[in-house]
């Protein structure tokens, strides 16, 4: 992968990799600790926190799809700017509300961000770079950002105060008013105005969708992906804090920084090492590490950090592999004029998260996580065999959808 791709990024492009890095940033300041402040703070169980959440993954995958689409059909900047809107409102609500309800619907609004925002960003940034060899280090560079504030937003968290308190939501507010401020200004500068010709209709996006059967085989695979990996978030979460885990709000800390860091540190030599791999190797190689990782996790001890290090740091370099790694097929994937779309029914696969987080509240309050994390290895081999499926599917010519 050459550097000298950089060159070719104009302004609009940096806008996406850059303001994805300072949102999440802010993001990760707080919002790995909300499931501790919401059980803590309010006495919610873990299946009401675990639905909560679930509910807010639902509704990004369902705003993400038509949020992918409006941006093929009404353009960019409309729904770009409307989600950084939609978003600061939400998060402001959870930073300066006391009441439950009223949490909920902050958590549940916040799901906009990512559906207003990931899908048209990413589409955006193909729009800009006619080279896919430039997409691809895009779309490397926004991951690898991505969780670089993902590593620095939990420690600025736990070292200034800031991990479990309302209050910093309100500092991701702001974060996403300002990438909305920076965002009027680029689109001015690219001289890109409101409005552009009318794109392809719902009807017809959707019979080229259908018609893709490789993308849909992928589709699926990602989703049982997302279901294993949200077991890391909400449900790990509070496994830890529900069996007393000493300094548990430190130790939630340095997984989440684990998991960033180790991302940061190996995702471009790996994307070096793995050059000349075909993209099924890639495939198997890291989901063969998530499956070592939840063994790690069902077989791991709450009194001894290191087991869940080490299952984070297998859980992260599959990550590195993959994540990345599926944008790439997804942007190689789809036609020109329909990037947006494709890249917004790909976040169907948020409906695993939904279903992880309500999932492992259940399993987790009934069979305990060593039960959880045995299930999802069983997963894995599941997504390995539709992974396979979907690289030796040949794809037809795709009708060309039309306005």
Avoid at 197 to 215: E, I, K, S
Avoid at 243 to 253: M, S, Y
Avoid at 257 to 272: D, K
Wanted: with cysteine.
């Amino acid at each position: 992968m050459s550097w000298a791709y950089l060159r070719q990024f104009p302004s609009l492009v940096w806008i996406v990799i850059l303001g994805t890095f300072m949102v999440r940033t802010t993001f990760f300041m707080v919002w790995p600790f909300l499931s501790i402040l919401l059980y803590r703070d309010y006495g919610l169980s873990a299946t009401l926190i675990g639905a909560i959440l679930g509910a807010t993954a639902a509704l990004s995958t369902l705003v993400s799809f038509y949020g992918g689409w409006l941006s093929d059909k009404w353009g960019r900047r409309n729904i770009l700017l409307f989600g950084c809107l939609v978003s600061a409102a939400s998060v402001a609500l959870l930073g300066l509300s006391h009441q439950v309800g009223w949490l909920a619907l902050g958590v549940i609004g916040s799901g906009l961000s990512y559906g207003l925002i990931d899908s048209p960003g990413k589409a955006l940034m193909a729009d800009n770079l006619a080279e896919p060899k430039a997409r691809e280090l895009a779309l490397h560079l926004r991951y690898f950002l991505l969780n670089l504030g993902a590593a620095i937003g939990p420690l600025l968290g736990v070292t200034y105060g800031l991990s479990a308190r309302q209050e910093t939501f309100l500092l991701l507010s702001a974060s996403y008013l300002l990438l909305g401020i920076v965002f009027v200004i680029g689109f001015r500068l690219a001289g890109c105005h409101t409005s552009q010709a009318a794109g392809p209709g719902m009807r017809a996006v959707l019979r080229v969708l259908w018609q893709d059967r490789g993308f849909l085989l992928l589709i699926m695979a990602n989703l049982l992906l997302m279901l294993v990996y949200a077991q890391f978030e909400s449900p790990l979460i509070q496994y830890l804090t529900r069996a007393g885990t000493p300094e548990v709000e430190r130790l939630i800390g340095w997984l989440v920084t684990t998991n960033a860091l180790t991302i940061v540190m190996l995702q471009f030599p790996l994307l070096h090492l793995t050059a000349r791999w075909s993209t099924r190797r890639k495939l198997q190689l890291g989901v063969a590490l998530f499956l070592g990782a939840q063994l790690q996790f069902a077989l791991g001890d709450t009194a001894i950090w290191w087991h869940w290090i080490v299952a984070v740091i297998l859980l992260s370099v599959g990550e590195c592999i993959l994540f990345p790694l599926l944008n790439v097929l997804i942007d190689q994937m789809a036609p020109g004029h329909l990037k947006g779309s494709y890249f917004g029914a790909a976040s169907i696969s948020g409906l695993g998260v939904a279903m992880g987080a309500l999932l492992g509240g259940w399993v987790l309050a009934h069979w305990g996580g060593s039960w959880l994390y045995a299930l999802m290895a069983l997963l894995c081999l599941v997504i390995l065999m539709l992974y396979g499926l979907s690289t030796r599917t040949s794809r037809t010519a795709l009708v060309r959808a039309g306005p």
